[in-house]
């Protein structure tokens, strides 16, 4: 009888109010999973929060809420399903009050959980009852052995609704989620481009492309590129510098200053985030150079080495004393011993006999140019750098300490902007509205990285968030309220249609 109701539970939860409310299906098989496939074989630190039935125990988290009840033989009760309101039924025949006067009942009702209202027990004449009360019906499954003398009931309690849902284009779409955890609310908006169907391309463009500064908002860059639909950028500094790298039409704009993933659009039109693989010359005005073999990275044997002012700080451990510092376009000094502040420095660091760096000279300008290594499937046509890596293959794996993400960055929940791709060439662009809202928690690193393999994302990462965070559509319903950034921002991921086809008619522009 067990085994139908679960069936039963799956079957309704999957159809019901026509598709506006999802189950948990491959995220919540892949990462609940992991950890609570199994049985948590009699070891299990769950609260008692019935205090007249000290047997039955609960834990929860953002994802489920587990419900243990002690020496409960196979085939002593009844577990299903019921309606108006929702509530999961847990009956125990052989569990009976021996009379009216001995009958007694207890409740606990959960305030910190959206999606649950309320767990009670009635310990009665005929049987007793433990009911799990909640505001839509969830998924849930037996994860104790058929042998054990316990029971558990696992069920998922985060819970998604799709709010809006725009179509800008055959394969693209836009889409606003609303996420329910016992954290609270998160509100997200995502544009879902399927690259094998859609016109639109995305595309990297800089502030400056389309206006005459070097700072402006999403919606501006949107506007001003006449494109589809368009996401705030990479990390940047004022007034519009970027310190991530930018690659346009082929073409780097601007250097890489951190050891942190990009999102690539090679010229063959597929996608990949990883790590560019930059590599550069510094020539000096007597003409010597260097051909730069990594950068932000430990130079090995014979190889040399640029640091830019971004780099990672750990590396300064492993200096040796010979390199020389580049400041503003030129040579600040060779073989700089005594220098500890290393703040907005380019640092030229060779392991190889030839040049040596005695043929610089204090104050001699230098030029440094950079070249972006080709892919083995087709050279990088755009690329905007960001970080952390959210998901990688498939599986998260938030990169924090690996890419140098600050504190502000990778610590605490945030307006977050986030970019991402699958397998089958659908695209993905979103953000997450943050507290300023006033209905939006935000979302921690891995909150958003949970958020994009929901979504369908196979590979993501993180891109400037917080006031930075800002999305904007080309075109107008004033029924859509989606944050554009709350500051000016110095790059942009756009969706355009470079045939013009799209322009003028179905956008706003």
């Not at 109010?17 to 999973?33: D, E, K, L, N, P």
């Not at 070097?214 to 494109?227: K, P, Y």
């Not at 073409?251 to 999102?263: D, K, L, N, S, Y």
């Amino acid at each position: 009888m067990v085994g139908i109701h679960r069936i039963f539970t799956r079957l309704m939860f999957l159809s019901m109010v026509a598709g506006i409310f999802f189950c948990g299906g491959g995220i919540y098989s892949t990462s609940i999973a992991q950890v609570y496939s199994n049985s948590t074989n009699g070891d299990y630190s769950g609260q008692v929060l019935l205090n007249s039935f000290g047997w039955v125990k609960c834990y929860w988290d953002d994802d489920i809420l587990l419900l243990r009840f002690d020496n409960v033989e196979p085939g002593s009760y009844q577990l299903y399903e019921m309606e108006d309101p929702p509530r999961i039924v847990l009956d125990l025949p052989d569990i009976k009050a021996p009379s009216a006067d001995a009958e007694y009942q207890e409740a606990y009702d959960f305030d910190t959980i959206p999606l649950v209202n309320q767990l009670r027990a009635n310990y009665g004449t005929e049987q007793t009852r433990i009911v799990l009360e909640t505001k839509f019906p969830v998924y849930w499954e037996i994860i104790s052995p058929d042998t054990a003398n316990y029971l558990e009931v696992k069920c998922l309690i985060r819970f998604r609704q799709t709010l809006e849902e725009i179509a800008i284009d055959s394969g693209t779409t836009y889409v606003a989620k609303r996420y329910v955890t016992p954290s609270g609310q998160r509100f997200i908006h995502a544009v879902i481009c399927d690259q094998t169907k859609s016109r639109l391309r995305p595309r990297v463009v800089t502030a400056s492309d389309v206006t005459t500064r070097n700072l402006a908002s999403v919606r501006t860059i949107v506007e001003g590129s006449r494109a589809a639909a368009g996401i705030n950028g990479g990390y940047f500094t004022w007034p519009g510098i970027s310190v991530s790298l930018v690659v346009q039409n082929g073409v780097i704009t601007a250097p890489p200053m951190m050891h942190r993933p990009a999102f690539m659009v090679l010229q063959n039109n597929s996608m990949m985030i990883g790590y560019p693989d930059i590599r550069g010359t510094v020539t000096a005005a007597s003409g010597v150079s260097w051909d730069i073999d990594v950068i932000n990275e430990v130079p090995g044997p014979g190889e040399t080495a640029l640091l830019t002012p971004g780099h990672p700080s750990r590396l300064r451990n492993d200096l040796a004393s010979n390199f020389a510092l580049l400041t503003n376009g030129s040579v600040e000094c060779v073989t700089c011993d005594e220098v500890e502040d290393l703040t907005g420095k380019f640092i030229l660091w060779p392991r190889r006999q030839y040049p040596s760096l005695t043929m610089l000279a204090d104050g001699e300008p230098v030029d440094i140019d950079y070249q972006m290594v080709n892919t083995v499937n087709s050279p990088v046509n755009y690329a905007i750098q960001g970080g952390p890596f959210l998901v990688k293959n498939g599986r998260i794996d938030v990169t924090s300490e690996e890419n140098d993400i600050g504190r502000d960055i990778a610590v605490g929940r945030s307006a977050r902007t986030a970019i991402g791709f699958n397998d089958e060439g659908i695209l993905y662009l979103v953000i997450v509205e943050n507290s300023s809202s006033q209905r939006s928690i935000g979302a921690s690193l891995s909150e958003l990285a949970w958020t994009m393999v929901d979504l369908g994302a196979t590979w993501a990462m993180n891109l400037d968030g917080g006031s930075s965070s800002g999305m904007a559509l080309g075109f107008s319903n004033t029924e859509i309220v989606i944050p554009d950034s709350g500051r000016q921002v110095a790059t942009a991921v756009i969706l355009i249609d470079e045939s013009g086809r799209l322009q003028g008619s179905q956008f706003y522009f």
